[in-house]
């Protein structure tokens, strides 16, 4: 069932998952949507003398000859989700599509060598295979003393590889990691088939956090996120079916380092918000009989952010 779990010594005999216990989820009150009750301090105004770089400073890194434009929907979700400045390293095939749907972004060329803007959160790995060297730019962004790293698709790819070949080591580190693997990329971290996955997706998402040290953000239909330790997951109850379609989970990325970058805090509340805010944006689109493109989503994730942001509810 969908919500919000924290971890306890046993079953509380209240019929959810074993060990653990659900917490109210979020409801339509009046006719206006409003976020969950755990999510509330993760939505908060700007003050008056904010400006881009205090609001959140987001890079984004991805594209490749077959993918130039996924960045540029993670560029999409994290403008919309809040972030005052996007850097987008992209190929320059994407610059263009770049102009049209995120004038905002300060445009870098992706290339081996180039060094990706330092940021207060960094989301990477999207539409990057057959470009670079993708293991080469995730040792380069990792190597850092410290920093928020979203990893997605390819560089997902990389930490596996690292894994099977035991030169990943999960200890404590100060570069923080939030992953998000769809069924099929959580199969390869934990180096198992994906019906293995789909059995039990809350477990598998768990597995994973302990592995690689990281939140976890495993997509699908009840979008599971897991903090590092276990003690706290969350099932998402927003989204829907009009939803299963490419990029959303670019869109997705980038505005869970949008968040991160303003909450500037623990990544499992970021990544909840984020989850919780894309499924919404997708239930918006469905509800007013809209195309359910990734335009009309990032446009109404912008609106829903700034309606909770500000403190309001959202017309429902």
């Known amino acids: 069932m969908p919500g919000l779990y924290h971890k306890t010594a046993a079953a509380d005999g209240t019929g959810e998952a074993p060990g653990w216990r ?5 409801g339509i009150i009046k006719g206006k949507m409003r976020p969950p009750e755990e999510l509330k301090g993760a939505f908060r105004g700007r003050r ?4 881009k770089r205090s609001a959140g400073i987001v890079t984004i890194v991805g594209g490749a000859f077959k993918y130039p434009h996924a960045p540029v929907l993670a560029a999409l979700g994290a403008r919309a989700a809040g972030a005052g400045l996007v850097h987008l390293v992209a190929p320059d095939a994407s610059r263009y599509a770049a102009a049209v749907h995120v004038p905002e972004a300060v445009f870098t060329k992706l290339s081996a060598t180039c060094v990706p803007p330092a940021a207060d959160a960094t989301a990477a790995g999207m539409g990057l295979g057959g470009g670079v060297n993708v293991q080469l730019l995730v040792t380069r962004l990792l190597s850092g003393s410290c920093g928020r790293f979203v990893l997605d698709a390819d560089a997902l790819a990389v930490l596996a590889e690292w894994r099977a070949k035991g030169e990943w080591n999960p200890g404590p580190r100060s570069v923080e990691l939030v992953l998000t693997p769809h069924e099929g990329e959580a199969a390869r971290l934990l180096g198992c088939k994906r019906e293995k996955i789909s059995s039990d997706r809350m ?7 302990r592995l690689y040290g990281a939140t976890v953000v495993l997509k699908g239909a009840g979008t599971v996120v897991a903090s590092p330790d276990g ?5 998402n109850d927003t989204g829907n ?4 379609l490419g990029g959303m989970g670019d869109l997705l990325a980038g505005a869970i380092a949008a968040r991160w970058a303003w909450l500037k805090g623990d990544a499992f509340t970021a990544s909840v918000s ?4 894309h499924g919404a944006a997708g239930d918006a689109v469905e509800r007013a ?3 359910p493109s990734l335009a009309n989503t990032a446009a109404k994730l912008g609106s829903l952010r700034a309606a909770f942001d500000a403190g309001k509810d959202f017309p429902w």
Request: proline fraction near 3%; avoid cysteine.
């Open 203 to 209: 477990e598998a998402a768990k597995e994973i956090a």
């Open 289 to 291: 009989f809209l195309d």
């Open 231 to 235: 003690s706290r997951v969350y099932v």
């Open 48 to 51: 008056r003398e904010e400006d």
């Open 274 to 277: 984020a989850v919780w805010l």
């Open 22 to 26: 659900r917490r109210a989820g979020f």
């Open 241 to 244: 079916p009009d939803m299963a």
